[in-house]
């Protein structure tokens, strides 16, 4: 292995040496806790030390680095208290996740280390969003993150590269080419010769490193990262490098030719760089059995300090509290001065006070810049916060929910624009396992909200039409706002923002344009989790939300009945339960309307709710009336008969004479 060109200070040299020598010798004694039962599972990064030590060496303390699971050396670098680092792995509290996440599924700001969900790809457009944030605010930082070969074939990979190269970000897109994703050699996973090939496509300098040298990892990274902080743009870097245990200990190597592990074993970073010390007299034989002996010390000192931590004792409601941020909701009373308004105009008032508000906040989405989103609530905006406050984004949803928790993470608020509801399929898997689960995992909240322009009766077809809000309750760690009036939006939107934590924010297409509200025209918060009442009466209970508040209300004005209780929920999540309860509990009889098909909405979760709470008030059997088991059809006849409009008027005057 080639050392001698690269030219590093000979102390510096032997950091370097004991740096890998840590994270080498912590794996070893894990591998017998392993096999002893008493950590739960091992992905060994031996082998590959000189990627992680090189890479976090080069880089400054206070530059966010993203690591993935064989990637210990980045976490020993930083210097994390090693009793820590074991306590996580056993499951204690003293490690990151309080026993709420394995292995290396975390992250600590103290740090600056943002962990990886298991989902692989998600963190790369993360980096994206950390770099952001420091782009916004002039800071030349550099942000590095992690990513095995096999993981490059997820679209995440794609999308991010993709956006770090149009925004210029300076984010170090660092490849380990491990020759092995799970048992898939990479001839089964990916066509080019070089994975640092794929730079040119994306415009993107990239660049080929012996992954195994660590003084060629530190050396080339360091340089690059300094040109970087100066020159912010992407950099992708393959490192070849080869995977010497299994995937993870328990699948073993069975499929890996013996020739290959010979030639990469010969290739060792650690045992290479040892001899190349000794050789140039940098080391001698006694200082590395001290450098060995000393870290013993620690590894054994500091198991024992996680062995003597107690277990931990569950306690439910500090789990169910410690799902979402503490949020200090400071009620900002509406002025007296108010003015007609449709629901598009309040949402884009309430977004416009709150980039006011909020210099921090950023917003992206798809054509919200010049253009001001396919629904105009961004038109004008660049004029007072500029492009980069207003972010035109590629189309990429997933990486763009994944930035906005990068800023999140690096101290900015983000608003995303879905263009439709309907495409959040295609930013799912952030928005539901990384800015839903971070802060009950890690502690670490997502501040994002995101807008959904939702809804039918606009014969838009199955992809424009849908009110998908049901993917979303259903996930803990979620908010989930849907408002019916301009009042409500504008207020509600306000709060989101404000919140801290991650809001999926509901907004009916088909009310945009159609619903007017006397709208104060200045500033204010609503509160979460309080239903309104917009009607009152004493026979019949309706509980709705969205469109489906308009709708109960011409029903009922159609067939003149003002004997109901009409209850707008406002947020799904949290929920008022308790108004619906108490008007249940007045009228003995309930009926839900929702707009979505029925099966697995928030209308049977009420209906449950109700039944186990208030089963001895109730006069009648509690009534869901939701849409039609199927997609949502373009054609108007089709679209009116699979909404529930018409049936709701039939089974209201049904139960109403029960
Ligand atoms: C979305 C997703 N698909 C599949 C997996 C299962 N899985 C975990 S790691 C892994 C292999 C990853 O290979 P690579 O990116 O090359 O990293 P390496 O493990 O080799 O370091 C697979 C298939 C997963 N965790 N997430």
């Known amino acids: ?138 800071e030349k930082k550099v942000t590095a993150v992690f990513t095995g070969e096999g993981a490059t074939s997820e679209g995440d990979f794609h999308e991010a590269l993709n956006v770090a190269s149009v925004w210029d970000l300076p984010v170090l897109f660092c490849v380990e080419n491990n020759g092995y994703g799970l048992s898939t050699p990479t001839n089964e996973q990916f066509k080019c010769e070089h994975l640092a090939d794929k730079g040119i496509g994306y415009g993107m300098e990239s660049h080929i490193i012996d992954g195994n040298n660590i003084l060629e990892v530190y050396t080339r990274v360091r340089t690059l990262a300094q040109d970087m902080r100066n020159r912010p743009r992407p950099v992708l870097l393959e490192f070849k490098t080869f995977r010497m245990r299994g995937h ?187 800015l839903a689960k971070s802060y009950y995992r890690w502690g670490e909240h997502a501040d994002v909200v995101i807008r959904m322009p939702c809804g039918g009766g606009v014969a838009a077809g199955p992809f424009h039409s849908q009110t998908n809000e049901a993917w979303f309750t259903k996930t803990p760690g979620l908010k989930v706002v849907y408002p019916a009036f301009p009042y409500d939006a504008k207020g509600l939107l306000a709060t989101a923002i404000e919140d801290p934590n991650p809001v999926l924010f509901f907004e009916h297409k088909g009310l945009y344009r159609s619903s007017y509200q006397e709208v104060p025209v200045d500033y204010y918060t609503l509160p979460f989790g309080k239903a309104s009442l917009i009607r009152e009466g004493a026979s019949i209970t309706i509980v709705t939300y969205g469109a489906g508040v308009h709708w109960a209300l011409e029903t009922l004005d159609t067939l003149g009945i003002d004997s109901a209780d009409v209850l707008d929920l406002r947020t799904l999540q949290p929920l008022d339960i308790d108004a619906v309860y108490s008007s249940v509990r007045k009228t003995g009889k309930l009926i839900i309307l929702q707009e979505d098909s029925l099966f697995g909405g928030i209308a049977s979760d009420i209906s449950a709710l109700v039944m186990e709470h208030c089963f001895e008030y109730l006069d009648g059997p509690i009534k869901r009336v939701g849409s039609l088991e199927t997609p949502i059809p373009f054609n108007s006849a089709l679209e009116a008969q699979y909404l529930p409009k018409d049936r709701f008027a039939v089974i209201l005057q049904e139960l109403i004479a029960y």
């Open 1 to 138: 292995m080639d050392y001698k060109q690269f030219k590093v200070d000979k102390d510096f040299q032997i950091k370097l040496y004991k740096s890998m020598l840590l994270p080498r010798m912590i794996e070893e004694k894990m591998l017998i806790l392993l096999r002893q039962g008493k950590i739960s599972k091992w992905f060994s990064g031996i082998g590959q030390e000189a990627i992680s030590v090189g890479v976090a060496s080069a880089l400054n303390n206070d530059e966010y680095i993203l690591p993935m699971h064989r990637n210990l050396g980045i976490f020993t670098t930083r210097n994390i208290p090693l009793h820590r680092l074991f306590a996580q792995w056993q499951g204690k509290a003293s490690g990151f996740t309080q026993g709420r996440d394995r292995s290396f599924h975390f992250g600590t700001q103290e740090y600056r280390i943002i962990g990886m969900i298991s989902h692989l790809g998600p963190q790369l457009g993360v980096a994206d969003g950390i770099a952001l944030a420091h782009k916004l605010r002039n």
């Open 248 to 434: 993870e200990e328990a699948s073993g190597t069975k499929y890996v030719p013996q020739e290959l592990m010979d030639t990469w074993a010969a290739k060792d970073p650690l045992d290479n760089f040892k001899q190349f010390l000794l050789k140039q007299d940098i080391v001698n034989m006694e200082s590395i059995e001290e450098f060995q002996k000393d870290i013993q010390d620690k590894i054994d000192s500091h198991l024992q300090m996680a062995f003597n931590e107690d277990a931990i004792v569950p306690n439910e409601s500090k789990e169910l509290i410690e799902v979402y941020k503490t949020f200090d909701f400071k009620l900002i009373e509406p002025s007296i001065h108010t003015k007609s308004i449709r629901l598009v105009d309040a949402i884009s008032q309430g977004l416009k006070q709150s980039m006011q508000r909020f210099e921090n906040l950023v917003i992206m989405g798809q054509d919200v810049a010049d253009y001001g989103g396919v629904f105009k609530i961004t038109e004008g905006f660049i004029n007072d916060f500029g492009k980069e406050r207003v972010r035109n984004t590629p189309i990429c949803e997933s990486a763009i929910v994944s930035a906005a928790m990068g800023l999140s993470i690096n101290g900015m608020k983000a608003v995303m624009e879905m263009q439709f509801a309907d495409f959040a399929s295609t930013g799912f898997n952030p928005i539901v396992n990384y």
